[in-house]
């Protein structure tokens, strides 16, 4: 492998025939390890963990290319990413035959034995280049400037400088601990995001995807830019089940974002709606993406408790997203999807052929309500989807179904299972050499202990981190090092796991490396660097609604319901002034910036819970409202004219 190799990345290869055998072998191996350990312990957290790395290793170098070429119809598999395979299957099951000495070992006074040399340094390089493969070089980067942190640092003067570790002390850390490879973010990838993985694989086999774009369209088909709304609520919709941008992105991107060309939406817009309302899969109740997961174990904060805290900012969200799609059709004259040519049936009807696939939604959150082990939830509600499957006609799931939805999760899952066993040497080199608490001091002398400034340091971090990454990585590399340091300005625990999970979805939608924002580009064949400057734009209530909560508690559901209530209608007006100044259009356009830099001031000082600040925007509001009020009473511009109330929906 050459040095240039290091800062690419590979792609998924067009397995042979032969190799697609090889690999449904494994496949239904490592679903049966996961299925019989993951949801009731009946295999031991750490050797689940390390089978679990174990297989997606394998499988990565069995599908993944080292870098990126020319892909070819059927590929086989070269020698060398076949004894990495199998050198990391050996290593799987290396760790199985001696899980009890190693959890039973005393870390860093033990030696490490000759064995035990060659299979920490295995798993450590393996893990490594399969980072590299299937995320990039960005968190590969990351992983080795902390890795020489832990050995430079004893040289380094001053505030940086720490005592430093031995390559033995290292490679034990990473590797037969839970402080390494093997730490929360691997333990959640494991469990919980496996098992809700397979069931969004399953509902969506099942034709719960297309009764959720049905349900979509029968909602907003008969809207102006029916298209972009019905990729709103579509990916919304999925979003409860999918829980990741990039997947969204692909299922309901590929039907909406031809759709919205068609009308007349520009390649770019089209995609940046469609990027941006997958980026809200990872912070609508009540999956809410992986983050969420790791919250649970990062925070120790109950998963209900969280689904409740996010449900009013993630509404707000889509309906800030809504106001600017619905603000830009009407400026644009759109007109309704659904026609005489095109019907629509209405969502009555698709609710009465399609009820059985919302059982097993209302079966998951009814088992998250009663505070049911998230795994066990995810098992349940898969069963209850293949059950339901048997008695909607043409969706009936086999053998042969089943086996394919496991291949999809399984293979589906290797970018999220390297990121989160790379992200765990992050982890544990942070640990290891105290650099979290040194973080937290740097903040607050590069803030002045101004808590703003320290939340703006926090989202660029965030931001910063994510470039590439899945969100689980991004938020458990930034909630590691950062949400310290907002504990320490008292925000609350709830308010500031958040605040890192937000901006960690939206670091999907961020240029330069908006990985969401290119997916959905090479759906519509826009630029890619256009089409995540227009996803910011329309997903600016993400970027805001963080800051608002921290301040207001009350719109994360906590407090009287006086402070609820006018936190949620105080935001919802906030978000709605910098949408409309954004797109230049309230109760008509707004043909003077002034009144878009109006609007959106007015917008922003929301965010500061005081009451003066409340009276300024306010007034910004009513002032600009008023004056658009007049002009359009006065001077009505025939082609802005609804012609029906439902069309201005």
Not at 187 to 213: P, S, W
Not at 484 to 495: H, T, V
Not at 573 to 588: D, F, K, N, P, T
Request: aromatic share 10%; with cysteine; proline share 6%.
């Amino acid at each position: 492998m050459t040095l240039g190799m290091l800062f690419k990345e590979g792609r998924r290869r067009n397995l042979s025939p032969l190799w697609v055998k090889i690999t449904g072998v494994l496949v239904l191996i490592f679903s049966a390890i996961e299925l019989y350990g993951a949801p009731f312990g009946f295999i031991d957290s750490y050797i689940l963990r390390g089978l679990f790395v174990s297989f997606a290793v394998a499988l990565t170098f069995i599908c993944f290319t080292p870098v990126k070429s020319a892909p070819k119809e059927s590929e086989d598999v070269p020698l060398l990413d076949i004894l990495l395979a199998a050198a990391s299957l050996c290593v799987g099951m290396y760790l199985t035959v001696n899980g009890t000495d190693i959890i039973n070992r005393w870390t860093g006074v033990d030696p490490l034995l000759p064995a035990d040399w060659v299979v920490t340094s295995a798993c450590v390089l393996l893990v490594l280049e399969v980072t590299r493969r299937t995320v990039g070089p960005v968190l590969l980067g990351i992983i080795l400037v902390f890795i020489a942190y832990n050995f430079v640092g004893k040289y380094l003067p001053g505030y940086w400088g720490h005592r430093g570790c031995t390559l033995e002390t290292f490679l034990d850390r990473m590797v037969f601990t839970y402080d390494g490879i093997f730490s929360t973010p691997l333990g959640v990838a494991c469990t919980y995001v496996f098992m809700f993985v397979l069931f969004g694989h399953t509902f969506n086999a099942a034709g719960g995807g297309k009764f959720f774009f049905s349900l979509a369209a029968s909602i907003a088909g008969r809207m102006r830019g029916g298209p972009a709304k019905i990729s709103v609520i579509a990916s919304a919709l999925y979003g409860t089940v999918s829980g990741s941008p990039v997947s969204d992105v692909v299922t309901t991107g590929s039907i909406t974002i031809p759709l919205m060309k068609k009308l007349g939406y520009t390649p770019e817009f089209a995609g940046a709606v469609a990027a941006s309302a997958c980026s809200g899969a990872s912070i609508l109740p009540p999956i809410m993406g992986t983050a969420a997961f790791l919250m649970v174990d990062v925070a120790g904060i109950p998963y209900i408790d969280i689904a409740v805290a996010a449900a009013i900012p993630a509404v707000i969200y889509y309906v800030a997203l809504m106001l600017q799609v619905h603000d830009r059709s009407v400026m644009q004259g759109m007109r309704p999807i659904a026609d005489d040519e095109h019907p629509v049936d209405p969502a009555r009807k698709v609710l009465r052929e399609n009820w059985l696939y919302l059982i097993p939604i209302v079966l998951l959150i009814v088992l998250i309500v009663e505070r049911i082990n998230p795994t066990v939830v995810g098992l349940c509600a898969t069963l209850a989807v293949i059950a339901v499957s048997w008695f909607i006609p043409g969706h009936r799931m086999g053998i042969k179904e089943i086996y394919g939805v496991l291949r999809k999760t399984c293979l589906g899952i290797l970018t999220v299972a390297n990121a989160s066993a790379a992200a765990g040497m992050v982890i544990g080199g942070i640990m290891l050499t105290g650099l979290g608490g040194k973080f937290t001091s740097l903040v607050f002398a590069a803030t002045g202990g101004q808590s703003g400034l320290c939340l703006a340091m926090v989202a660029l971090v965030c931001i910063v981190l994510g470039m590439g990454m899945p969100v689980p990585a991004a938020y458990v590399l930034t909630a590691t090092l950062a949400a310290p340091a907002l504990l320490e300005f008292k925000f609350s625990l709830m308010g500031s796991h958040l605040f890192i999970v937000y901006f960690a979805a939206i670091s999907a939608i961020t240029p330069p490396v908006a990985v969401a924002a290119y997916a959905a580009a090479g759906i519509s064949e826009g630029n890619p660097n256009s089409t995540g400057v227009q996803a910011v734009k329309l997903s600016i209530a993400a970027y805001l609604v963080p800051f608002v909560f921290m301040y207001r508690p009350g719109l994360l559901m906590s407090g009287s319901l006086f402070d609820i209530v006018y936190a949620t209608v105080v935001t919802t007006i906030g978000v709605a002034c910098v949408a409309s100044g954004l797109e230049g259009y309230l109760h008509g356009p707004l043909r003077s910036r002034l009144y878009r830099l109006l609007l959106i001031v007015g917008g922003i000082v929301f965010i500061w819970p005081a009451g003066w600040s409340d009276i300024a925007g306010f007034a910004i509001f009513a002032f600009v409202y008023a004056h658009q009020y007049i002009i359009r009473k006065n001077n009505p511009d025939p082609a802005l004219q609804d012609r029906a109330v439902q069309e201005s929906i």
